[in-house]
């Protein structure tokens, strides 16, 4: 647990000339985006996560999280391993509706799926 | 000139505390810096609303809510929500494509009738429609669904969003925020409580402290003696990928299996239970189960077979701070003067939540009340004979 008051001086947005590039490429959030978050108040990875939506499209950030965690640490001028990642959510690899709902059955899908065993 | 002891202490003073950065405190700050009050915001977690707020279904719904609740989501959905992204400068999502709650038996089609004549007394516009009267406002609807009440003012909105807008303008309007510290104790000086101490020591002045911590409220109101009877429950959701854009009603069903709806994003977001909520392992922290999650897709594939092959990316739990009655206590305190509460929202917080910041900022500063509080007082738990 470590006290953070969200109104220290973190100085102004300056625009950089790789503003454009893409880091969340599933949800296609720009290095630009995410740095003004930390600029509107978003000093944690879960909170800019919930304020953009990095991370939580299908490969659940295990692309961008790291360049996600520089970008928002240099933003801070804090150390990027101050800063906590995002809570991992389970199921680990997207799964059909209609998988998922038979859990109870070892998950197998039905024949449907597979077009007959 | 003062000496930086003094000017450390006055940067620890304030109009109005508010224990708790969810969507209620951050609503309360909001509204209170508005109108030019100090504000300082105590949040235990390190992150900006990190309970219930930002795990949610995210219903703005006036049907089927306890007659207590009705003024607050009354007032909200028909002068808060739909400027509300607007006033924040922040799109939080709202749409008002209205509820539909779905039966399949003649069991839930009695319930649905009850919940109905319940909101129609109240002046709420909210009706019984056919199987296939849902299926022409909502196409993918499935041939086993023979009933539906139907709200066309329901709605809903994103709760992370709705949250952290509000957080936002109330940060720029200078509202001061602390995450990291929760608070660990209300003092009363002179029989008045005034002061907040917190985790790490430190200690924080105002002339009024809103409590609105969701279940943690119950231990901090322990702390100048006063109980609220709540329990908490965990709920869980599920998230699909993208998907077309298919519908915007906010959906539920009459034995409350599931609810949801799809997002601006695409997704859809449902919550459920498996039964088992007020007995669920409490892990200390709400992490979704096993079971639930899937039990929630048996219920959606038999409303909307279309779904049936959409892709879960994610599943997360939440606790609902669930009072006594499964009403919130929105109330100021006989034996504690400068304390207010506003906890136990029970699940039914978010889509109340503008109407609750300003009826809360109204209260901090004894100001006319916009909305009458009297049914929600902390003091009306009473022993059962």
């Given at each position: 647990m470590k006290k953070n008051d969200r109104s220290r001086e973190i100085g102004s947005f300056q625009p950089l000339p790789d503003d454009d590039r893409l880091i969340c490429r599933c949800e296609e959030i720009s290095k630009g985006e995410i740095r003004r978050a930390v600029h509107d108040g978003m000093f944690t990875l879960t909170e800019i996560r919930r304020y953009l939506r990095t991370g939580m499209g299908l490969c659940q950030g295990q692309t961008c999280a790291k360049l996600i965690r520089d970008i928002v640490a240099k933003e801070l001028g804090i150390?990027?391993?101050?800063l906590e990642h995002t809570a991992a959510r389970a199921p680990m690899r997207p799964i059909e509706m209609r998988a998922f709902a038979n859990e109870g059955k070892g998950g197998e899908l039905d024949e449907k799926q597979f077009g007959g065993k | 000139m003062k000496n930086s002891l003094e000017v450390s202490k006055m940067k620890n003073n304030s109009d109005v505390i508010i224990i708790g950065s969810g969507v209620i405190g951050n609503s309360a700050a909001y509204y209170l810096a508005k109108r030019n009050y100090s504000v300082t915001v105590l949040e235990k977690s390190v992150h900006i609303a990190n309970g219930g707020s930002v795990r949610n279904g995210g219903g703005v719904r006036q049907s089927g809510r306890d007659k207590r609740e009705m003024p607050f989501i009354l007032h909200a959905v028909r002068t808060m929500w739909p400027t509300l992204s607007e006033e924040l400068e922040m799109d939080v999502e709202y749409y008002q494509e209205g509820n539909l709650r779905l039966g399949k038996t003649e069991t839930h089609e009695r319930i649905l009738t009850d919940l109905t004549d319940t909101a129609s007394a109240c002046g709420l516009d909210v009706k019984m429609i056919t199987g296939e009267e849902a299926r022409t406002i909502c196409?993918?609807?499935?041939?086993?669904?023979?009933s539906a009440s139907w709200c066309p003012t329901d709605g809903h909105a994103n709760p992370m969003l709705t949250t952290l807008a509000y957080y936002r303008k109330a940060r720029r309007l200078g509202a001061r925020f602390i995450t990291g510290d929760g608070a660990a104790e209300i003092r009363k000086v002179k029989g008045r409580a005034c002061q907040v101490i917190t985790e790490s020591g430190e200690i924080y002045e105002a002339d009024k402290i809103i409590l609105a911590a969701g279940y943690e409220s119950r231990d901090l109101a322990a702390t100048v003696g006063i109980d609220v009877p709540m329990t908490r429950w965990l709920m869980e959701v599920l998230v699909t990928e993208a998907q077309p854009p298919m519908f915007y009603q906010m959906l539920g069903t009459a034995m409350a299996d599931f609810y949801g709806h799809q997002s601006t994003h695409g997704s859809f977001v449902f919550g459920g239970t498996s039964g088992f909520e007020e007995t669920n392992k409490d892990n200390g922290t709400p992490s979704a189960t096993s079971i639930t999650a899937p039990c929630i897709c048996r219920g959606i594939i038999k409303y909307f077979p279309a779904l049936e092959n959409a892709k879960i990316v994610r599943t997360w739990g939440g606790w609902i701070d669930q009072c006594a009655d499964h009403v919130p206590v929105i109330s100021y305190v006989d034996e504690v003067p400068g304390l207010i509460l506003a906890c136990g929202f029970s699940g039914h917080g978010f889509g109340i939540s503008p109407a609750v910041g300003l009826t809360l900022s109204e209260m901090a500063v004894d100001d006319k009340m916009t909305i009458d509080i009297s049914q929600l007082r902390y003091d009306r738990f009473t022993a059962k004979i």
């Open positions: 150390s990027a391993g101050e | 196409p993918f609807l499935s041939e086993e669904v023979t």
